[in-house]
């Protein structure tokens, strides 16, 4: 594997398993647990900082930009639904967001609005790592030179070094172990999440 389809590709794994981890937290929810807002903030916090700041950032400012370069269409196909997913994703972040920075406890409505977004948000991503590591990145593989996504692989390393400076990066990888570890992703659920990905290759 490519070096820069592996960068790409290892941080859908740690993505994953965050999604597994808000995944439980909505089932504890169900079950009873009374949502903070401070948790709410720490998955908001991740999604937004390291799935969509810095991992969509890599895609959209340096992969998608490489494939729009060799003649991929922005307005329809493969990156049209990638971009359009990312979209939909930051909503869905925003709504997480929106809800940990009110003030107090939460709220019934805020409850049935965390675990709306939730539900939508998880297979939402789940869905386009899929997508990527199956369809958008082989075609990338296929279409770019070695010496290509040999820089591709730098300018992740230039995309990513103020977060890697001010100790972003880590912090954010950090939080999301801390959450991983709290509101353990479903073992089950997560096989069959590897299976999906694995099965036809
Ligand atoms: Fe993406
Ligand atoms: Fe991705």
């Known amino acids: 594997m490519q070096i820069a389809i ?3 590709m290892n941080e859908h794994r740690l993505i994953e398993q965050a999604l597994g981890s808000l995944e439980t937290y909505a089932v504890e929810v169900r079950a009873g647990l009374a949502p903070a807002r401070q948790i709410v903030g ?17 895609e959209e400012d340096v992969l998608f930009q490489r494939l ?20 939909l994703g930051r909503a869905h972040v925003g709504a997480l967001s929106g809800i940990a920075e009110r003030p107090g406890s939460v709220q019934t409505p805020e409850v049935e609005a965390l675990l709306a977004s939730a539900d939508a948000f998880v297979p939402l991503l789940r869905q386009h790592i899929l997508k990527e590591d199956r369809i ?42 801390r959450l991983i570890v709290r509101f353990r992703p479903d073992p089950v659920r997560m096989a069959a999440v590897s299976q999906m990905a694995h099965c036809g290759r």
């Not at 916090?45 to 950032?57: E, K, L, P, T, V």
């Not at 370069?69 to 997913?85: D, K, N, T």
């Not at 290509?148 to 103020?162: G, I, R, V």
Request: with cysteine; hydrophobic share 40%.
């Open 6 to 8: 592996e960068v790409l």
């Open 42 to 58: 720490e998955y908001a916090s991740f999604f937004r900082g390291f799935a969509d700041g810095c991992h969509h950032g890599k």
């Open 68 to 87: 729009l370069e060799r003649g991929f269409p922005r307005q329809s196909g493969p990156l049209a639904v990638m971009y359009h997913e990312h979209e």
């Open 136 to 177: 958008l990145y082989p075609m990338a593989l296929d279409v770019l030179s070695g010496p290509e996504l040999d820089a591709m692989n730098t300018q992740f390393e230039e995309f990513e070094a103020t977060m890697r400076v001010d100790g972003t990066y880590d912090a954010l990888q950090a939080l999301a172990e």
